[in-house]
Structures are given as structure tokens and as C-alpha cells.
């Protein structure tokens, strides 16, 4: 029975089923129920029958255990001897119950009591499964918010959040920062609405901190793309600084700095557009609370880094390539483009390859691929102002770290696109 | 993805098609060159799962050259299926049939046991002589080097260069050459 103990049936007294010490079997079930028994353990072993052991204990008729009758008693007298014999009889009742009309239930009490769960367990921890993805999927699973947990401490929180980003923020800025209008509308109606007429919220929300952080995002995002593209035209530069300012971006990153939790609102998740405003709203106090150069290594290592690996191209789409670089090559002096085929492949087929070069008084400006030669002289001209205003593949990476500290961050704008020309660019100095 | 990138690989994985002259080239040795095009092993971007085989198109196959005593001992098997369906043709029998069968059949003998087999076998355009329809010679973009230089026969110089030509001393008008 308990193979950890070793135990003879003469050793083991009333009350002391188990060989241990203490009384105490780690292997449960039997021998504790046996211990509850007042019943000596030696008659149990000795009788061997269910029968002997719940007559001695005087709740049970002889032989009554089988069939129905023996179902209904069993129910009746909870007793744990009882059940324990129960237990050890379980297959001789499978036995007989095989013999009888009537099927015997008493046997999945029995596998409980043996430990084993029944054939419904699966199913319906399956059943629960498939309803909790159902439920997700529609939407209807209330998502908590991590402040709705008892252990909560938004003091906490808010230390963590500076000590994660290595920032001094001023502890007030912060909280203020982090509060959006809409916070401060709810809790002001919810505290009418439980009889405070006057709820004296001593909170501000985050409007100006964000307009401040927005000005400082995008002047530092002017003169540092400014310097890091020295040849790029102005509205270049704006396209990329209107693309770091962006919604998108802006919730991306505070979502990736993890204010999701932090952030006061009424909606949960926030919205992206409340999340871009509370990003900004930070940049905003940590210039309040930061020296100038932090501050900027801030905004570069988490806004100007959404750009890495991004083409230009996507970001500022130039409309009519072929007449802008012919505008350049006219203000510069210089030949009209002339597109010439350098090669093509497959001429006849559906997987036609044509690439085009585009010259210049016969030098050679850009080439392009395509399907087709117009998409292919499209892209030769786009490929002649890549190298113009060389942000090609192959153009130094922006500068980040100890590059970017050495970078003289550039007030005054680039050459506008109408303006551009080659001469111009020769005094500019490139990293 | 920008346009650059799609045009990008656009040409990256674009077909090639390639011009090869069979004249007087040993077709064992062709297939061992023309192989390697047209499963794309010969590309930087191969991968076996990758489509990148490219078209060649072999002229003048009627001109080929087997080395040595091939034409009379070199022998295609072909077993219709049916008892007593065996038939042995030597290679000048098979190439007075069809001058283009025994460079495919070469080539298709060292293309890689694969179901990609005949799809590349497809890309090989093999012609007996130079006359190419324009369909298939507009998409020719390069041709492969031969692999041994076209022998020049005495009777393919002009006769005035031959006449022209420095020599040590003058035959006799009476002697017969050839």
C-alpha cells in the first residue's frame, strides 16, 4: 500500500496507519483516509473486505455494497473508511457490474478517489479554451488595465519608467504629462455623479507640455537631418521631419517605451493619437527638466531612429523625376537628360528587362530597371537624384552615438528643390 | 517597398537569353556548358527552390561535331514498350532524322533528375541551322563563347586572298594539287 513506509500490519496500532513518525503519509489518499478510522488498520488488512470494515463501524448492513443498494448506502455514509473501501473494491465492482442489467456509476467515484479525472475534464477545459479565443476574437474579453490590480503603485511606476529610460524627469511634469484631458473630464463626471459637487481635481492635462515637445522634436529633427543630408532639398527634409511628427510614429514609440499603462485616459488601450500626444508631452518635460543636449540625444535615439532603414524615397515621393532632374541639369548648366537603353532581356516575353541610363552631355547620371522602358526611364531618373542628393543605398548611415554628439546641428534650411543645382552643392561640405 | 526596391528585384530575377552556335562544338562538352544556364546554378543568387534558369538558344546544331569514331559507335536506345519494341539507332541515323535531337537529348541526360527537368529542357531552343524566328531572337540579350574556335577550311578562304597570299616558290604550271 504506501511503499514509502514499511509497515507490517502488527506494527501499525489505531489512529498510526502509516509507518512514519509523525503520522503524516506524503502519499495521501488511502492511508490518510485510513488514519481518519478509528477503525485498527491490522482488522482492514486481515478482514480484507469492505464489508468487515464499514460493520465494524457499525454504519453499514453486511453485503449490502452491491448493486444499487450498495450505490445508495455508499452516498449516504460519507464516512472516509467507507470510501476508502470503496476504493479497493473498485474493480471487484466492475466485475460484478459486468454480470448485472444495470450499470454500476458508483465507479467514477472511485477514479476520483484513485486520482484519475474523469472523461469530462478534457472536453471541458476544451470547451472553455475555444469559448475564451471565441470571446477574444469578437472582442467581448474585458481587457484590464494593469492599474486595475490591487497591487498597483503608480508612484512606483513612474520612478521605474525614468530609471528604465536613464532620464531625470521632474516627478509633477511627469504626472501632468502623462494625464490626457479626457482622464480629468471622466473623473470630474464620476465624482458629480457620486454627490461631490465641487471635485477640486488638481490636475492639469498634458496640451502644453506636448505642444512644447512637438517644437522641440521638430527643431532638433530640422537641424539634425539638415546636417545629416546636407544635399537634400528642403522639402525633403520636411517630408522626413513630418514623418518622424507623425501619428504613427509617435505611438509607436511611446508604446514601445511602455507608457501604454502609465498613461491617464479614458479609452484603454490608448489611442494612438492620445499615445503621440503623450510622447510628446514627455519630450516636453524632459526639456524642462534636462540640459538641451540630453534632451536632443532623447529625440534621436527614439524618433530619428525610426528612420534607420527606411527608403527616402517612400517618405518624399518626388511626382515627375525626369523634369526635376531636367530643371537641375538646366539651372546647372548642364545638357538636357537623355535617356538611352543599356540593356534589355526577354523582349518578347511577359518578363521583359529593360534597363535605361540616364546621360548628360554624355556622362552617365543614374540608370534604372523596369518592366516596361517608361517605367524604366522613370526610374533612371529617380535613380540621377538619388546620386544628386546622394541618399543612395550606398551614402553613409545616419550618425547616431558619439558621431552624432560631433555633428553641428544645422539652423539654416538646405537648397530648395527649385533652386537646386550642381554648383551649388560644391561648397557644401558632407560627412 | 518603394518602386526602386520592386524594380530591383525585378532585374535581379529578370531571364536571360542567351545565343549559343553549335557549329563544329562537340555537344557532350556543349551540355556541360549549357546546363548551368539553364538551371541558374551559374547565378550568385541560386537557391534550388528559386526560379532563376535562363533561356539559351542553340543555332546551327546540324553542324555539330562528335569526336572521334562517335557518329558510327555512339548508339540511342529507345523500347517502344511492347515485346520486341527495342531499336538501337546510331547517332548519324538519329541526327539525319532530326539534327536537334542529340544535343537535347544531351543536355537533357545532365540536367538534374528532378521534376524541374522538363520545365528547364523547355528554355533550351535548339535550331539546325541559323535561321531563327524573330520572336525568339528579338528576346536574345548575350551569347556564350564557343568552346574551341570554328576551323577555317582551305576552301573557305577567297580566292583572291589565297592567290595573294606570300609564297616561297611557285608550283609548276603543269602540276596537279588535289
Redesign the interface.
Known amino acids: 500500500m504506501c511503499g514509502s513506509h514499511a509497515l507490517t500490519p502488527s506494527e501499525a496500532g489505531p489512529g498510526q496507519p502509516c509507518g512514519a513518525a509523525d503520522g503524516r503519509c506524503i502519499k495521501g489518499g488511502w492511508l490518510m483516509a485510513a488514519k481518519l478510522c478509528p477503525v485498527p488498520y491490522k482488522s482492514l488488512e486481515t478482514h480484507g473486505t469492505t464489508q468487515a470494515a464499514a460493520a465494524k463501524h457499525g454504519c453499514h448492513k453486511e453485503g449490502s455494497l452491491s448493486g444499487e443498494g450498495g450505490r445508495q448506502d455508499f452516498q449516504e455514509c460519507r464516512h472516509p473508511a467507507v470510501i476508502m473501501a470503496a476504493a479497493l473494491t473498485g474493480v471487484r465492482l466492475v466485475l460484478r457490474s459486468s454480470c448485472c442489467t444495470t450499470v454500476n456509476r458508483a465507479i467514477s467515484s472511485s477514479a476520483r478517489v484513485f486520482g484519475i479525472k474523469s472523461r469530462w475534464v478534457a472536453p471541458l477545459y476544451k470547451t472553455l479554451k475555444h469559448r475564451h479565443i471565441k470571446m477574444k476574437s469578437l472582442g467581448l474579453m474585458p481587457v484590464n488595465k494593469r492599474s486595475e490590480f490591487i497591487e498597483w503603485n503608480y508612484d512606483a511606476e513612474l520612478y521605474a519608467f525614468s530609471k528604465r529610460l536613464q532620464e531625470e524627469f521632474d516627478g509633477d511634469a511627469l504626472r501632468e504629462a502623462l494625464t490626457d484631458a479626457s482622464y480629468i473630464a471622466k473623473e470630474t463626471q464620476r465624482q458629480q455623479e457620486l454627490g461631490v459637487s465641487d471635485p477640486g481635481l488638481a490636475m492639469n492635462n498634458n496640451k502644453e507640455l506636448a505642444a512644447r515637445g512637438e517644437t522641440v522634436i521638430t527643431e532638433y529633427c530640422f537641424g539634425y537631418l539638415r546636417a545629416a543630408f546636407p544635399l537634400l532639398p528642403e522639402e525633403g527634409i520636411s517630408a522626413l521631419v513630418e514623418y518622424c511628427q507623425s501619428e504613427d510614429v509617435m505611438s509607436a514609440v511611446g508604446y514601445g517605451i511602455g507608457l501604454r499603462d502609465l498613461v491617464l485616459c479614458e479609452e484603454h488601450p490608448p489611442s494612438s493619437s492620445t499615445m503621440a500626444r503623450c510622447f510628446q508631452a514627455i519630450v516636453g518635460v524632459l526639456s524642462v527638466s534636462s540640459p538641451a543636449p540630453r534632451c536632443h540625444a532623447f529625440v534621436r535615439d527614439f524618433v530619428v531612429a525610426q528612420l534607420v532603414g527606411k ?1 527616402i ?2 517618405i518624399w515621393k518626388v511626382e515627375n523625376p525626369m523634369g526635376v532632374v531636367a530643371d537641375i541639369l538646366h539651372q546647372s548648366g548642364r545638357g538636357e537628360p537623355e535617356p538611352r537603353l543599356i ?7 511577359i ?3 529593360y ?1 535605361v541610363g540616364v546621360y548628360s552631355d554624355k556622362k552617365f547620371m543614374g540608370s ?4 516596361t522602358v517608361e ?2 526611364v ?2 533612371a531618373a ?2 540621377a537624384l ?1 546620386k544628386l542628393f546622394q541618399i543612395t543605398d550606398s551614402a553613409s548611415p545616419l550618425p547616431f552615438g558619439k558621431d552624432a554628439d560631433v555633428v553641428p546641428l544645422k539652423t539654416e534650411a538646405n537648397i530648395s528643390l527649385d533652386n537646386w543645382s550642381i554648383d551649388k552643392t560644391k561648397n557644401i561640405i558632407t560627412c | 517597398m ?4 520592386r ?2 528585384q ?2 535581379t530575377f ?4 542567351y545565343l549559343y552556335d553549335g557549329k563544329w562544338q562537340n555537344p557532350l562538352e556543349s551540355a556541360d556548358k549549357i546546363v548551368p544556364y539553364l538551371d541558374g546554378s551559374h547565378k550568385p543568387i541560386f537557391h534550388p527552390l528559386n526560379d532563376s534558369g535562363d ?1 539559351v538558344v542553340v543555332i546551327n546544331s546540324r553542324d555539330i561535331a562528335l569526336p572521334g569514331d562517335e557518329w558510327e559507335k555512339r548508339v540511342y536506345f529507345h523500347h517502344t514498350g511492347y515485346a520486341g519494341g527495342a531499336t538501337w539507332t546510331l547517332a548519324w541515323q538519329l541526327h539525319e532524322a532530326d539534327p536537334t535531337m542529340i544535343i537535347r537529348k544531351t543536355v537533357y541526360n545532365k540536367l538534374s533528375k528532378n521534376l524541374l527537368r522538363r520545365g528547364r529542357l523547355a528554355r533550351l531552343h535548339i535550331f539546325p541551322d541559323d535561321k531563327v524566328p524573330d ?2 531572337l ?2 536574345v ?2 551569347q556564350m563563347r564557343q568552346l574551341r574556335p570554328v576551323p577555317r577550311r582551305l576552301d573557305h578562304y577567297p580566292q583572291e586572298e589565297l592567290e595573294n597570299f606570300p609564297k616561297i616558290f611557285d608550283w609548276p604550271k603543269d602540276h596537279v594539287i588535289n
Open positions: 527608403d524615397d517612400t540593356f534589355q532581356s526577354g523582349q518578347e516575353t518578363q521583359a528587362v534597363h534604372g530597371y523596369g518592366e517605367t524604366a522613370k526610374e529617380h535613380d538619388r | 518603394s518602386a526602386a526596391r524594380v530591383q525585378w532585374a529578370g531571364r536571360m537569353w533561356h520572336s525568339i528579338k528576346n540579350s548575350a
